[in-house]
């Protein structure tokens, strides 16, 4: 895959955006604990991050997956983490689906507003006892008439605590796990900022990264929703959420492509730092691990590359996708600790830059997929899974 000029031109608006408007204000959003969300929607909304390959009729640009890709790449230069994860569940977690399978009355009602930012959205599919094993989810969704009332929780909602709505993964039927679930656009607000709906509360989760994305465990206490907030076929919810973790998985990836700026940043930490009576970076040792951890983000851009050329040819990229997601996050977690490691103590400080990518790509591991289940994704796509 090869950005063509637009591309790069469309890189660099999007990284001005990160250096105006967000990393500026990183240490202040940490220590807060969020950051304005609502606010800074509203400007990625203009800028178009959220409507990239979206239809063109509901405010999207209708582009392909390149441009996503492009997008978290330049996204992953931040300093924060955590907001990179916030904008991405808006554009790639909670929306493709609904954008591709839901009737265009919900896209007018739902997709259209969070493609111009006017709302914050996420998406619902863990719960306490069911992360990576999709299939275990027990909240239900059960019919009543023209309505179907929730009840359940969801767990590790990134964007929970300010979400208008949520993109829910729900039982809707007793039947096998993998074909009785269904996508359900859930309003968690009377309107954009406003109260919560009867029967959901939230509650907030610190972590030990990622301090500036709030994330909330939902309590859904018989809560309603007419059956026409349906994303799609009616059981169809596994396979439609199945499809969307691809797009996930592969913009976690690019995200992390950036990761080659902590390293400068690093490099010109050491050419400054004197200890024996030379520069720390003339050390060979540092020297050379710095170039092997160069080496291997552009093989994890190469593999990333690759999973978007075909995915956006229409072929299936599951088992690549899933080799971009283990790979960038074992990889910048690698990255981070050798940072840190010869930053020192100065690596080590709270505030610094290092220490925050050390936490916040700590996550790649396991959000969207433990490193575990994209190896069995992987091994399964081998054909070395027992029958």
Sequence with gaps: MIYTAEHEAWMESIRRFVAEDIDPHVEDWEAAEAFPSRELFRKAGKLGLFGITKPTAFGGSGLDFTWSVAAGEALGTMQAQGVGMALSVQSDMATPALAEFGSDELRRDYLAPAIAGEVVVAIGVSEAGAGSDVASIRTTARRDGDDYVISGGKMWITNGMEADWVCLLANTSDGPAHRNKSLIILPLRDYPGGPDVKGVTRQKIRKFGMWCSDTAQLFLDEVRVPVRQRIGEEGMGFTYQMKQFQEERLNAAARRLAMGQLIEHVAAYLRER???????????????????????????????????????????????????KLKAGRLSREVADWCMQFMGGMGYAWESWVSRAYRDYRLGSIGGGADEVMLQVIARRMGLLAR
């Design 274 to 324: 004197q200890a024996f009576g030379k520069p720390l970076l003339d050390n060979q040792f540092i020297q050379f691990k710095l170039a092997e951890l160069k080496t291997e983000i552009e093989a994890l851009r190469a593999l990333t590359y690759r999973a978007t050329e075909l995915y956006v040819a229409g072929q299936d990229v599951t088992e690549l996708a899933s080799m971009a």
